[in-house]
């Protein structure tokens, strides 16, 4: 009779165990990158003259690039979200102060800051966070079962993947990230917006 006690003792906590780690990773989502690498379309390394600058908000930058050029953030003023579709190509959802465009490999798209790319049929999204006269910095997020795309309902039930994001880029013209599936690579600046290929 003991042992039946024990023995039941132990599988209740075993259950109870991994339901509380259920529970735990439903609210704490995070992501699991692709394999990644940054090619850079640089002839020869180059030291810089300097590590760091001050930026009017109080932050530091380091120095980004083949011609270490220093780019402080510049944050959006709006941020409001409301959502209509219309049936361009590439799809575009539009806000008063940015857009979700959604496309498939191989295609490209032209962002403005705050603006957003879905790549559909390769499962990531990527946001145009900032930009410069010859750099961008974007956010790539890929998309699962524990992650919807920005456009769409998010899903009533997430399964259990634990994942890592994947660190902002920042893309000089010509530069490609390249991923498992897909390469991404920001082909020009111009006007304030920025062209990437997806391939």
């Not at 008063?96 to 603006?115: C, E, F, K, W």
């Not at 930009?131 to 910095?137: E, K, P, R, T």
Request: charged letters at 5%.
């Amino acid at each position: 009779m003991g042992f039946k006690l024990i023995l039941f003792v132990i599988v209740v906590a075993i259950i109870v165990a991994i339901c509380g780690y259920v529970l735990f990773l439903q609210k704490t989502p995070t992501q699991i990158p692709p394999p990644t690498t940054i090619v850079a379309t640089t002839t020869s390394p180059q030291a810089c003259s300097q590590l760091a600058k001050k930026c009017s908000d109080g932050s530091y930058v380091g120095p980004t690039g083949p011609n270490c050029v220093f780019v402080c953030p510049v944050f959006p003023t709006n941020t409001s979200t409301s959502i209509t579709t219309s049936t361009i190509t590439p799809t575009t959802t539009s806000t008063a102060s940015h857009s979700i465009y959604q496309l498939n490999t191989p295609g490209s798209v032209l962002l403005r800051q705050g603006d957003i790319a879905e790549v559909r049929n390769e499962n990531f999204y990527f946001t145009l966070q900032r930009l410069a006269s010859s750099f961008a910095f974007i956010q790539i997020t890929p998309v699962g079962c524990w992650n919807s795309f920005p456009s769409d309902t998010p899903p009533r039930m997430r399964c259990m993947i634990a994942t890592v994001p994947i660190p902002p880029q920042t893309f000089s013209i010509g530069q490609t990230y390249n991923a498992a599936n897909y390469h991404l690579t920001l082909t020009q600046i111009a006007n304030a917006t920025a062209t990437f290929l997806v391939n």
